[in-house]
């Protein structure tokens, strides 16, 4: 149905008819918090450009959620859909590497909106992560809508219980055509991941072993080789409401596997802040404004994955943009 919806909508954007072009606003991020940022100041009469350092825009919906997910057609129409109205795309460049927010703030424009998403996957700490055979999953999921991911064999274990998780399972099975099971320290009923994702993932041949995590990595001449694993049970519950899982003494595990991918979480790079006093939360995502998403700097502005609390989804990333 979403799939449905994505390629068979229509995006209708209508200029204000009483839009004035008073004020230039320079959106970081084409993903879909800074598209519909960039749309609705431009139906609003203000002249908007996007800065994306990839040469593609639609984000993550474009760089990592699989194919048979979302069609790179709908995601182009949508783009030329926002560019009709004025908006311009500056692709290729990168703020933070090419030119800074300082910079933007005191040349052309008088705003800036910050959507650049959390684009790097969080690491389970392990001794030997680095090991040939390791992946991070936001980029074999980049790799895999590339059609070029490389490394990885034929018995694969990925470990997380969100959507990206599933995707990284479902396309390394469609990729393979191997074993594929995933990895989670609770159960299937605890699965932060869309019911409707768990239960295609497993009509697929896919299996969940639940109740494990990560505990060593066994590698035979630097390559992976086995994962050895913790046995968990639930304890009480956590901050998220969860019950905590607990290890289990002597319950270990070990798994041969040719392929881990680590999908546990993502979290904000703000490199393109450094050097400024821009607050952040503990986790470190930002700080905004909860009515205007300005950020502590002055004139500038954050939404989607990027502000407090962290990743969500698609939907509130375009509402973010919308404010």
């Known amino acids: 149905i979403k799939r449905f919806a994505l390629e068979h909508g229509q995006l209708q954007i209508r200029p204000s008819p009483t839009a004035v072009a008073l004020l230039k606003v320079a959106v970081i991020g084409a993903g879909p918090c800074g598209l ?3 749309a609705e100041l431009a139906r609003s009469g203000v002249e908007a450009v996007l800065f994306e350092a990839r040469d593609e825009g639609g984000g993550m919906v474009s760089a990592t959620i ?3 997910r979302a069609s790179p057609d709908a995601v182009r129409r949508d783009i030329d859909a926002i ?3 004025g908006v311009k795309v500056r692709y290729g460049v990168s703020v933070g590497r090419d030119l800074t927010l300082e910079e933007l703030l005191k040349g052309e424009f008088s705003h800036v909106v910050v959507a650049i998403g959390a684009q790097r996957g969080l690491r389970l700490g392990l001794d030997g992560e680095a090991t040939p055979g390791i992946l991070d999953g936001l980029d074999f999921l980049r790799e895999a809508r590339r059609g070029s991911p490389s490394g990885i064999g034929r018995r694969v ?3 997380g219980g969100g959507d990206v998780a599933m995707d990284c399972a479902r396309s390394a099975r469609r990729l393979t055509g191997g074993r594929v099971e995933i990895l989670y320290r609770r159960t299937i009923d605890e699965m932060p991941a869309h019911p409707e994702e768990i239960h295609d993932l497993l009509a697929e041949g896919i299996t969940i072993r639940e109740l494990v995590a990560p505990r060593r ?3 035979d001449e630097n390559r992976l080789r086995a994962l050895d694993c913790a046995t968990m049970t639930l304890g009480e519950p956590d901050a998220s409401g969860r019950p905590r899982p607990v290890e ?3 319950g270990d595990v070990t798994l041969d596997i040719d392929t881990l991918i680590v999908a546990i979480g993502q979290r904000a790079d703000l490199e393109i ?7 952040t939360t503990d986790s470190g995502y930002l700080v905004v ?3 205007t998403l300005e950020t502590s700097i002055h004139r500038v502005y954050a939404g989607g994955d990027l502000r407090e609390p962290g990743p969500s989804n698609i939907v509130d990333a375009c509402g973010d943009g919308q404010l």
């Open 289 to 291: 404004d909860p009515e």
């Open 248 to 250: 289990s003494p002597g």
């Open 36 to 38: 519909a940022a960039a």
């Open 66 to 68: 699989p194919g048979y």
């Open 83 to 85: 560019t009709s109205l």
């Open 157 to 159: 274990a990925v470990v």
């Open 273 to 279: 802040f450094s050097g400024s006093q821009v607050r």
């Open 217 to 219: 990595v066994i590698a």
